[in-house]
């Protein structure tokens, strides 16, 4: 459901009929980074490469692009499992803690339930009512008291699974791009540079639909960043190619 939009619960009720992104899933982010990591890194790598050699660079290329694909999605996808993996365990931990608090003291988190509605400008009686309501049933009362004093929906933890595979597909695809030219056989920087930003633009543009920002603003910032770190890596490459001949 990441990244998807849902109505509001009960909203041809009550007549609000706008829906919201939902903003707090496991694919969306380690999607995005994954996919823009891939290609701002493989096309560094290929620029620093081609900027370091002489004549013909398409094996070079190719089996150095593939190698920093491979490695690269990898690479992602093991950190963003263990990343997403190690918040779960740590918010499944307070979520038992938590749980501990309302069986062993359910007054006393009753009382600190209706304390958060009164904070929120809600009458102290009512907030006193509510809160009552809410812990007459202890799973409800766990829910609520982690989405108020956690912030999450301990119903939808991101999945490392889902973020791993999204980050390997992303990177993957992403870093396929900028091997591609060299790969069908053309042996050219200018093709690659300009099938890379290209690519980078879309990213950047489509990414800036889920944003206030405008779809230009979004794609040509990640365009630039592309092109500064393609081009510093051939300056390097180039550097460090002539130090060593």
Not at 49 to 74: E, K, Q, R, Y
Not at 183 to 188: L, V
Request: charged letters at 15%.
């Amino acid at each position: 459901m990441d990244g998807l939009t849902r109505p509001e619960d009960g909203a041809a009720a009550t007549g609000v009929m706008h829906e919201h992104a939902l903003v707090t899933g496991g694919w969306l982010r380690p999607a995005v980074f994954g996919a823009m990591d891939g290609l701002v890194s493989n096309l560094a790598l290929i620029a620093g490469i081609v900027g370091g050699t002489s004549g013909d660079h398409s094996n070079a290329v190719v089996l150095a692009g593939l190698a920093g694909l491979a490695a690269g999605a990898l690479s992602m996808a093991a950190g963003e499992y263990t990343s997403v993996a190690s918040q779960a365990e740590h918010i499944q931990a307070e979520i038992e803690i938590e749980r501990r608090e309302i069986a062993g003291r359910p007054r006393a988190e009753e009382a600190e339930l209706a304390r958060m509605y009164v904070d929120r400008g809600i009458s102290p009686a009512l907030a006193d009512q509510v809160a009552a309501e809410i812990h007459l049933d202890p799973d409800r009362a766990l829910e609520v008291h982690v989405r108020e004093e956690m912030g999450v929906d301990p119903a939808n933890l991101p999945s490392p699974m889902v973020a791993g595979a999204s980050s390997f597909v992303s990177f993957a695809v992403g870093a396929a791009i900028p091997v591609l030219p060299y790969a069908m056989g053309w042996d050219s920087l200018a093709i690659t540079l300009v099938a890379s930003l290209l690519a980078l633009f879309l990213c950047g543009a489509v990414v800036s639909r889920l944003t206030t920002r405008s779809w230009w603003f979004g794609g040509l910032r990640q365009m630039l960043l592309g092109a500064v770190a393609a081009g510093l890596t051939y300056l390097i490459g180039d550097l460090v190619g002539i130090a060593v001949s």
